[in-house]
């Protein structure tokens, strides 16, 4: 990949990933205390959660649109482009998810989901649990992610 390329490439990166870190602290900040009974902070913190999905598939967006930005599926295409990036497209770009990420994100996908077309149900506080689990998770596992992704980019000797 052209060295100029790569710049741009790495400071959007860079820069989602800033607002994902901003998504993740307003998720621990309205996780904490969290309570059963306490309907407006379930809906405060699963927006959230949301949020980071939506955030997080962004920054696969970025990725895809740079190199391959070919998802033909549009039925499929939120399972589609958490697919393609645990893959590695010889010759144009290494894999951007690990397992273990993807495994988080395809869970908090089927939470984005539900939060976004189960307008009249009430949130299901373990289900709610479940989630800030994995959201928690995604934030180190994600960075770990972007590291080795942009280091497999960098020209060798460099």
Known sequence: MEQS??????????AQMS????????????????????????????????????AVEDLLKLVATYFENQITDTAKWHSALLRRMTQEVAGIRPAFLSPATYD????????????????????DYVQLQANLDKALKLQPSLHQDLDRFLQALKPPNS
């Open 5 to 14: 390329v790569l710049a741009v490439l790495t400071a959007e990166l860079e």
């Open 19 to 54: 607002a994902i870190d901003g998504i993740c602290e307003k998720v621990q900040v309205r996780a904490a205390g969290l309570d059963p009974t306490d309907e407006v902070r379930m809906e405060s913190l699963a927006y959230q959660i949301h949020n980071l999905y939506n």
């Open 104 to 123: 988080l994100l395809n869970g908090l996908r089927g939470f984005r989901h539900f939060f976004r077309h189960a307008y009249g149900t009430p949130l």
